[in-house]
C-alpha cells in the first residue's frame, strides 16, 4: 500500500483484526496512519495532528523510566531505541514534560516537516465510507 500523503510505501501493523479494523498501515516516511477494513469505513484516513499530538508514551519496559519517550513502531521509539517488549502506553507521549526525551521531539519534528501544507487540512486524506 502506498502513502496517500506522499506516495511513499507503508507498513503493516502486526495486529489481529477487529471489528474496527482489518488492517493498519503506516508511513515509513510522514508516519501517515491508514486503517483499512472495519463497520463504518473501506478506507479510513485520520487527518494530520500537531507533533505535540501524535505519539504515544512508549511503556518504559527496558527503557530508563526518568525520561519519556515517544513510541513509533514494533519495538522503537522515535529517537532509535530498540527494545524487543515496548509498546505503546495508550497515552499521548507530551513533549512538554520535563522529562519529554529531546531526542525523539527532534525526530517529531523532522517527519512533521515532511507533511506538506496541502496535506494538513481536516478534509485534506480521503477517507471511503463502507457502503451499508
Ligand atoms: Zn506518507
Ligand atoms: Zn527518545
Known sequence: ???DVYGRAMWRWPVPSTVWEEELWSCSWCHAATHVG?????VARPPYLP??????????????????HAFVIFDRTLCGIQEADMS????LWLPERENACG???????VIDGRW???MRGDD?????????
Open 38 to 42: 472495519g463497520e463504518w469505513f473501506e
Open 88 to 91: 505503546p502506553s495508550g497515552h
Open 1 to 3: 500500500m502506498e502513502c
Open 103 to 109: 531526542a525523539c521531539w527532534e525526530a517529531a519534528g
Open 124 to 132: 485534506a486524506r480521503v477517507s471511503v465510507a463502507r457502503r451499508l
Open 116 to 118: 506538506p501544507q496541502a
Open 51 to 68: 507533533a505535540e499530538m501524535r505519539w504515544e508514551r512508549a511503556v518504559p519496559d527496558g527503557l530508563p523510566a526518568d525520561v519519556s
